[in-house]
């Protein structure tokens, strides 16, 4: 099945649907935040990943050249009126970068959106589901006070219900990866739609998906990408074409947000064990050790023959781990490599050269 069959509708439509149909929409900037509570609020996030390939010199005169293509983007996306349509931003604190974005739009940037920042706890124990329920706890009273509504615990939790279902959807996708016969791009492309769908849309579009036998499956030298997203998407068709076929990925906006469903029946406590459960990430103050153990376990499972570390420049939380992440992994005769991307440019033909000479050493 290729995904030309199944329509993946445009954000944009997407949008005004949900507009349509009275609900309010919210840009969100990566990487972690309790989808579930906005739903309960019928406001639908629209994830923020850049976007890439924009004019992005509308940011300069806020941000420093050595901030990353995705705040940078995000800015100028906002001061061009990309976000016209959207009545809320949420910056969450993952990165230095993305702390002065939420500081710049609350206090100096003219905005007629209302901006709410998120801080995440960098400690898996108790103090930090506790501290992050509370900033979950926060947020919902400022969308009350904005909105005049107040879900009781039986719509959070009917909200809350629904994206576990779309998070155990994603996470068959992954586990039946190969069995879909989905090249690169239309896998990633797929998932990627968790960024916008609803979580019932998502939910069907997977549904359809997963209940067609694939006439053959994409079998080419198996790697694990790691890093933060894969754009600009013409890489993945990039390493189709070599033969190379991205068996896994430790990417933050796709596999490193597998999320589980949590336990307590307090909402805000469940939403803080739901956003602690997923993969080791940097951004999260996971351990270095955590990283390396977890990124070996995807290698083996996927059979992968390398990795590939596909980084956007300036990312300190990236590449402060990377030097001992590429050490580690030929300790273990796991071959890697490094590409940095800024999401405007496109894939140069250096960075090609690159990745032939270490498919040759994979091979
Ligand atoms: S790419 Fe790195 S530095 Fe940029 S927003 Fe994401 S986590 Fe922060």
């Known amino acids: 099945m290729s995904l030309q069959q199944l329509k993946i509708p445009k954000r944009k439509d997407v949008i ?38 924009i004019d992005n010199s509308f940011s300069g005169s806020h ?10 983007n995000a800015l ?33 940037v003219t905005t007629t959106k209302k901006v709410l920042t998120l801080y995440l706890p960098r400690d898996k124990g108790e103090p930090g589901y506790e501290f992050l329920g509370h900033e979950i706890l926060r947020i919902y009273t400022i969308l009350s006070q904005i909105t005049g509504l107040h879900p ?5 939790f009917d909200a809350i219900h629904i994206e576990e279902q779309a998070d155990k959807a994603l996470a068959e996708l992954y586990f039946k990866r190969k ?18 769908l609803p979580a019932e849309h998502f939910i069907k579009l997977s549904q359809s998906v997963l209940s067609v036998s694939a006439a053959k ?15 600009p998407m013409e890489l993945l068709d990039e390493l189709s074409r070599m033969g190379i076929s991205v068996a896994a990925d430790d990417l933050a906006c796709c596999g490193r947000r597998l999320y589980q469903p949590g336990v307590s029946m307090n909402p805000f406590r469940r939403l803080s064990e739901n956003l602690f459960s997923a993969a080791p990430d940097p951004t999260r103050g996971d351990s270095l050790e955590s990283r390396i153990q977890y990124l070996k376990s ?52 250096q960075m090609l050269t690159r990745i032939e000479t270490f498919l040759e050493v994979i091979r």
């Open 16 to 53: 005004n649907e949900f507009k349509a149909r009275g609900g309010k929409i919210a840009a969100v900037l990566p990487i972690h935040y309790p989808r579930a509570l906005f739903r309960a609020f019928s406001i639908l996030p629209i994830e923020l990943w850049g976007p890439p390939k």
């Open 63 to 72: 941000l420093q050249a050595y901030v990353c293509s995705i705040v940078h």
């Open 76 to 108: 100028s996306f906002l001061k061009i009126g990309g976000l016209d349509e959207v009545d809320f931003i949420l910056v969450p604190h993952t990165c230095d970068s993305l702390q002065g974005l939420g500081s710049l739009l609350v206090d100096f």
């Open 152 to 156: 009781d615990d039986a719509l959070l």
């Open 179 to 196: 069995k879909l016969g989905l090249g690169n791009m239309d896998f990633y492309r797929l998932i990627r739609t968790r960024e916008f």
């Open 217 to 231: 499956s994409f079998n080419g030298l198996p790697v694990v990408l790691s890093g933060i997203i894969p754009e």
């Open 298 to 349: 995807l290698v083996y499972k996927s059979k992968a023959k390398g990795v590939i570390f596909y980084d956007v420049k300036f990312c300190e939380p990236e590449l402060f781990d990377l030097p001992d992440l590429k050490k580690a992994l030929k300790g273990q005769g796991i071959p890697s490599l490094t590409l940095e991307v800024d999401i405007n440019d496109p894939i140069s033909s």
